[in-house]
């Protein structure tokens, strides 16, 4: 994992809005990110000690309330971020050297009577404890991706199994949630698009998962088809006229049978009464009948012919007597009785479907086929007692058995007061036919759950889903079983490695930097522990020894080469080595010698580079002859790929510009990557300057820095040009000729501008931009005199030659 690029940094020290992407691009316009090996260089105060703050601040969890409220975000190859908000929580591996971590462990520099925080590196002298550590580091084995031994590949194998095991659970929970969301929402087959039918416009799969529970609950009773088609019906019912009231008709039934058995059983007295006619009841009734149409018209008998004596008429009239006339009246009365209760019976009631709700119709079906019945059984009963007075009206004289029939008035009364019923009922159904709608959608809803439950074979899916989480979880325990085995070995290798600390070591350490890279024997640090303390709760400084004292009065150099060895040898430290972290060092060469600074990178480059103690390196500096050697910084890693290949480290560079109060991260151009001079960095300052159209803000460092620039170029190049012993002034006369303003010029330049000699005031005005680019102007011209040095000049820096005229 390395640090990819600084996304952006707002209101920090120097950087305002600084915008990586818009800023740090390659030749070809194309954003250049850092690589494995990145130096950056930069002036004094152009902000590289602000971004190795910022990289400290991953280092210590802060960044300094001084700076107000600035903002940043840093980016890494792992797609991760940090910001000042997540400092205490990302996680990153980082080592800074700057003048903060100088300050804080090195605090002698500051304050002599101070210390150097010690630090402990591994000793060797407790053989016991380094074979236990042996052996719970064999027990651990190799963490190296692709070649994990021991517990280490045990965890890779359980990862794996576990990895396999969430795999399958997910996949085929995944599937049936999938398979219940189409169900639940999806246009084609999904409840939520039928709300007709089923209900539910709003439908979801939580709505689902509910009547899942009600139709896997063992109460459910799924519905068959003939209530299917009960309930279809119902969901399409609009509301129905109001049916007509209905009123039974009173049923006279016991009532008629008792004038009825009255009349068929009255006896007529014998009195007076024709014996043949008695007799033969066919023949009294013909000779009623006769008398009747005789009466008043025939004397002669119409039959015979022969008179109809005043006597014969006399017995006729005491046979047919008043008594049984008025019977036969009494019997055609109750005749025509009976025949009205039938006919009011047989148009009671009808019954038509199609005035009432088809929820009632399988009901009206059963009752219409009852109320025919009993209607049948009402009128036969009528027929029965019609049959016995038509009986008796044809033989009146004689008594006849009565016999009574069956009463049905019970069985058809209740038929039409069920009839009755359910026009109550549907007349309360019509004001409850939203809700019984809505009910009967319900249920329909439900049928369709439970039968796409049987389609998807939803229990088996269950029951493979809670194995292969039994499964999961099985692999979970081993995974976390073999996480705790490799922390339990950690924690105590670590506990053992603590036992064999050596603060002692980590003076030797730099000991040995400062003697073996730097040949300095005067210098050394020793590690003592302060009084008052008990020995197993010793308190250990390290101290700066010269001659055996305590050294005070370092020289810049001094303290500059302690401290860089300080922070190399703490790279060997218990809590860093052979951690690899992020390295950021920050200018470490202020005031050293030419030797020196060739030394640091050697150091540089033997104990982090070569040895790749790093996951990443950034190196920061102001100086050109240490930029040159940083550009020779080269090194090998081992594929980790486990094939053994060795192969390169990436290297880039980077430039931190000024310009007026803001600073931005620029990559760095092909003259100082590729010549890496100080001569042609300043000259190409001065070119600049003499070029300046209009200044503004991303032009005005080139006067700013002017003067040092001038100052610096004069100091290499007429050096060699003039290499005696003739003085500044004198030099400049020589490189300017006989014009003397220019010399004076430039010599005002370089002693107020750079120096501030004599003319204090000189650094409290704004710099005199026009006498400042007269000068350059001056200078370039005078170097065009030569003219191939300057056109090598000019191709060293990347701009273009014009052609001279002769």
Not at 425 to 435: K, M, R, V
Not at 734 to 741: T, V
Not at 763 to 778: H, K, L, R
Request: aromatic content about 10%; overall charge negative.
């Amino acid at each position: 994992m390395m640090l990819k690029k600084i996304q952006y940094i707002k209101k920090l020290g120097v950087f305002d809005d600084f915008s990586w992407d818009r800023e740090v691009k390659n030749k070809g316009g194309a954003v250049q990110n850092f690589v494995d090996i990145n130096i950056i260089y930069g002036r004094n105060y152009s902000g590289k000690t602000t971004l190795s703050r910022i990289a400290r601040s991953l280092e210590t969890g802060s960044l300094s309330d001084k700076y107000g409220s600035p903002s940043f975000q840093l980016k890494f190859t792992d797609d991760s971020d940090v910001t000042p908000a997540t400092l205490s929580t990302h996680g990153k591996n980082i080592r800074v050297f700057n003048e903060d971590f100088i300050r804080e462990n090195l605090r002698f520099i500051t304050n002599p009577d101070d210390n150097i925080e010690p630090f402990a590196i591994l000793g060797d002298d407790n053989n016991k404890i380094e074979k236990e550590i042996d052996a719970l580091e064999a027990e651990l084995g190799s963490s190296v991706e692709g070649n994990e031994t021991g517990l280490f590949a045990d965890k890779k194998e359980a990862i794996a199994n576990y990895s396999t095991a969430f795999i399958e659970h997910k996949q085929a929970n995944d599937n049936l949630e999938k398979q219940l969301a189409d169900k639940a929402t999806n246009k084609e087959i999904g409840i939520k698009y039928k709300p007709e039918r089923f209900g539910e416009q709003n439908y979801t799969i939580a709505k689902l998962r509910a009547d899942i529970i009600t139709v896997k609950n063992p109460n459910y009773q799924p519905l068959n088809s003939e209530l299917v088609a009960q309930h279809e019906k119902l969901i399409d019912e609009k509301v129905l006229p109001k049916i007509p009231s209905f009123s039974s008709p009173k049923l006279s039934f016991s009532s008629l049978a008792q004038q009825v058995e009255m009349l068929v059983t009255k006896p007529i007295s014998e009195s007076d009464k024709i014996q043949a006619l008695v007799k033969d009841a066919v023949l009294n009734r013909w000779v009623n009948e006769g008398r009747t149409h005789h009466r008043s018209k025939y004397e002669k008998c119409a039959f015979c012919d022969s008179d109809i004596s005043v006597e014969r008429w006399a017995e006729l009239d005491k046979h047919f007597d008043e008594e049984s006339e008025r019977l036969e009246q009494f019997i055609d009365i109750l005749l025509t009785t009976i025949d009205t209760e039938k006919k009011n019976v047989n148009t009671a009631l009808s019954i038509d479907q199609s005035m009432f709700y088809s929820k009632f119709h399988s009901q009206l079906t059963a009752l219409d086929a009852r109320l025919k019945v009993a209607t049948k059984e009402y009128q036969f009963a009528l027929d029965e007692l019609t049959k016995q007075l038509n009986v008796r009206k044809d033989d009146i004289l004689n008594v006849k058995e009565y016999d009574l029939p069956a009463d049905c008035t019970e069985t058809l009364t209740q038929v039409w007061q069920e009839y009755s019923n359910l026009c109550g009922e549907s007349e309360s159904f019509s004001n409850s036919l939203a809700g019984e709608k809505t009910k009967a959608k319900a249920i329909l809803r439900l049928k369709e759950v439970a039968d796409y439950l049987l389609v998807i074979n939803y229990q088996t899916q269950l029951d493979s889903i809670e194995s292969l989480k039994q499964k999961q979880d099985t692999a979970q325990e081993a995974r976390s079983s073999i996480v705790v085995k490799i922390t339990t070995k950690q924690a105590s290798i670590a506990a053992k490695k603590r036992e064999l600390n050596d603060e002692e070591k980590g003076a030797k350490k730099v000991n040995e930097y400062l003697n073996n890279f730097f040949g300095h024997q005067f210098l050394t640090l020793e590690a003592k522990n302060f009084e008052g303390f008990a020995e197993d709760a010793k308190r250990i400084r390290f101290e700066v020894i010269r001659d055996g004292k305590k050294a005070y009065h370092l020289s810049e150099g001094e303290c500059s080469l302690l401290a860089f060895c300080y922070f190399l040898a703490k790279l060997d430290d218990v809590s860093t080595k052979d951690s690899k972290p992020i390295i950021w060092i920050d200018d470490p060469i202020s005031s050293l010698d030419g030797n020196h600074i060739f030394f640091i990178y050697s150091l540089l480059n033997a104990e982090v580079v070569e040895n790749g103690k790093f996951a990443q390196l950034f190196v920061s500096t102001h100086n050109l002859d240490f930029l040159k050697y940083l550009r020779m910084l080269n090194g090998k890693y081992v594929e980790p790929t486990g094939s053994g290949k060795l192969k390169s480290y990436q290297k880039d560079f980077f430039v931190v510009n000024r310009q007026g109060k803001f600073s931005t991260l620029q990559s760095m151009p092909d003259y100082l990557k590729k010549y890496i001079t100080e001569f042609n960095y300043l000259f190409h300052q001065i070119y600049k300057c003499s070029n300046v159209e209009s200044v503004d803000d991303t032009n005005f460092s080139s006067f700013y820095n002017f003067a040092n620039n001038a100052r610096k170029f004069f100091e290499i190049y007429l050096y060699y040009k003039y290499p005696d012993q003739s003085s500044d002034e004198d030099k400049l006369r020589l490189f300017f000729g006989d014009e003397k303003i220019p010399a004076v010029l430039v010599d005002r330049i370089n002693n107020e501008f750079s120096h501030l000699k004599g003319c204090f005031e000189s650094g409290s005005i704004p710099i005199d931009v026009p006498e400042m680019q007269t000068a350059a102007i001056q200078i370039i011209e005078r170097l065009k005199q030569d003219s191939e040095q300057f056109s090598s000049l000019m191709r060293s820096v990347g701009e273009l030659v014009e052609e001279q005229t002769v």
